[in-house]
Nanobody, 119 residues
Framework: QVQLVESGGGLVQAGASLRLSCVASGDTTCISTMGWYRQAPGKERERVAIIIFDITTNYADSVKGRFTISRDDAKNTLYLQMNSLKPEDTAVYSC?????????????WGQGTQVTVSS
């Protein structure tokens, strides 16, 4: 099993930067893909960014050029560097990890960290 704990959220003004962290523990060797998701009130949860096998990254169009996802395997930590934050970035950000199985996969989620961007 994998446990995920996010941190780094907070209240900032538009244009500011934040770096979110997600520390993974447990059977972290199974993880192939990690990502950041966010959910704002009244909206569906959306994928912000993912990193696959420490090689491939994919970003939502709304954050391209502003956010950067990275992974430090030595520290079992996933990061999301967020620059030029906008009020529309306000949401609860959650960390996700996927562990492949022979016929499916196991998905793990953190509890989330609140990011609030004021105008």
């Amino acid at each position: 099993q994998v446990q995920l704990v996010e941190s780094g959220g907070g209240l900032v003004q538009a244009g500011a930067s934040l770096r979110l962290s997600c520390v993974a523990s447990g059977d972290t060797t199974c993880i192939s893909t990690m990502g950041w998701y966010r959910q704002a009130p009244g909206k569906e949860r959306e994928r912000v960014a993912i990193i696959i096998f420490d090689i491939t990254t994919n970003y939502a169009d709304s954050v391209k050029g502003r956010f950067t996802i990275s992974r430090d395997d030595a520290k079992n930590t996933l990061y999301l560097q967020m620059n030029s934050l906008k009020p529309e970035d306000t949401a609860v950000y959650s960390c996700n990890a996927l562990c492949p199985r022979p016929t499916d996969y196991a998905a793990y989620w953190g509890q989330g960290t609140q990011v609030t961007v004021s105008s």
